[in-house]
């Protein structure tokens, strides 16, 4: 009898090769399609899709398609401002005029495939790129207070993610984009070093550190235990509707407030108190399913396939997909991994089970993953032969047992 873990590993073996495309006029290498089937999705190349699923094949001794995904982003780099779309057609390469620009991956992917392949030269000829779309997100989305925001309330690829889509375009700092920011700096300190640029790479692993202490002093709530999103017009840091005791308290609680601990800029003893207090919470995050992307006790928590639409600017995100709760197999490996950086084997381990029960299911009923799952009963909501990110659910048994994983080069424990 095959285990959850047996079912997910060999359905992720079999679509692993549907997931890779041949080269178009629009794209002028191979990339990594979103869906192995030609449903939604098919015709646009994501970045931070592409970004892990480049990653799994990676792990597997193909480090090419990091090279292959990064090159095909780069080509579509503004020569000014260093701007690099976060998603563009695989038809003809147009880039639309909302399109945000490519989530904090792109040097860590850089990294992973100079340590994996042992290939320097490459990455010598692109870090002038890396550093311009670094410098874009330094002019164009970095606060005084010295953290970062996104742009717009579906930045980061959340469509509708409580910690940020009920508020007014590029007015919140939340933890997300800082902590993969700041995960950027140090992958470019790192290749500086190893392409012995002593000078650069000192100046990132400044940016880094100063960051890291931004993150620890301005976003952390001692009174809750958590990270928060910087509200720039305010001053005040909060995941709560302000209306009075015990009311809108967990409103805004998000997967996205704990990415610190991925990124293991949490103290240790913070970290602990986070994921004891909310990760391992059955009324925050921890669901017999999986990890909810919302917390259980926010107001706005919810399983529906596209959920609440954003309060500003945009309500047709509606039909864009939900992150207020639905179980997301990214945010398991994302919390899973932050659950394994602050000593939390056992409990890491919980998570996966439960998370590949959910995909087993899905994949023994229907044949196929989904995008997302509803975090009480464990049914498929939205996206159907769904690979993407998805693909790093196998990679979790292996990682505990082992103790390695191929996000080491990138992120050191606490």
């Not at 439960?354 to 995008?371: F, R, S, V």
Request: charged share 20%; net charge negative; aromatic share 14%.
């Amino acid at each position: 009898m095959k285990t959850d873990a047996g079912v997910v590993s060999a359905h992720i073996q079999r679509i692993l090769p549907l997931l890779k495309r041949d080269a178009t006029e629009g794209i002028s290498r191979p990339y990594l399609s979103v869906n192995w089937a030609g449903d939604c999705y098919d015709n646009i190349l994501f970045g931070w899709d592409a970004h892990h699923v480049a990653l799994r094949l990676a792990s597997a001794g193909e480090p090419e398609w990091l090279r292959f995904m990064t090159e095909n982003f780069v080509d579509q780099q503004d020569a000014q401002s260093g701007f690099i779309p976060a998603y563009f057609s695989v038809d003809d390469g147009i880039v639309t005029a909302a399109s945000d620009v490519y989530m904090p991956f792109l040097a860590q992917g850089v990294l992973t495939y100079a340590g994996v392949s042992g290939d320097t030269s490459w990455p010598k000829s692109i870090l002038a790129n890396l550093s311009l779309y670094l410098q874009y997100y330094e002019e164009h989305q970095q606060d005084k207070s010295g953290l970062f925001f996104w742009k717009y309330c579906w930045s980061g690829g959340v469509d509708n993610d409580l910690a940020i889509s009920f508020f007014p375009n590029s007015s919140l700092c939340p933890p997300n984009i800082n902590s993969l920011v700041y995960l950027e700096y140090r992958a470019m300190a790192k290749l500086c070093s190893m392409l012995q640029e002593v000078s650069k790479a000192a100046e990132y692993q400044r940016k880094a550190d100063s960051l890291r202490d931004a993150i620890n002093n301005i976003l952390w709530m001692e009174e809750y235990a958590c990270y928060a999103p910087y509200n720039r017009k305010s001053g005040k840091v909060s995941f709560s509707l302000d209306v009075g005791a015990n009311k809108g308290e967990f409103a805004f609680l998000s997967w996205t407030n704990l990415m610190p601990l991925y990124a293991a800029i949490a103290p240790l003893e913070r970290g602990m108190r986070t994921i004891e207090e909310y990760l391992l919470s059955p009324m925050h995050f921890f669901a017999e399913w999986g990890i909810r992307s919302a917390s259980k006790s926010s107001e706005y928590y919810n399983n529906a396939v596209w959920g609440n639409p954003p309060r500003f600017d945009c309500p047709e995100r509606l039909t864009n997909s939900n992150w207020q709760g639905p179980v997301w197999v990214l945010v398991n490996y994302f919390m899973f991994r932050a659950l394994i950086n602050y000593g939390y084997a056992s409990e890491a381990e919980d998570a996966m089970h439960n998370l590949h029960k959910a995909l087993a299911c899905d994949i023994t009923k229907n044949g196929m993953m989904h995008e997302n799952y509803d975090a009480e009963t464990g049914e498929p909501l939205y996206a159907e032969h769904f690979g993407s990110w998805n693909v790093l659910a196998d990679l979790m048994p292996s990682e505990l047992s082992t103790g390695r994983s191929i996000l080491d080069i990138t992120i050191c424990k606490p």
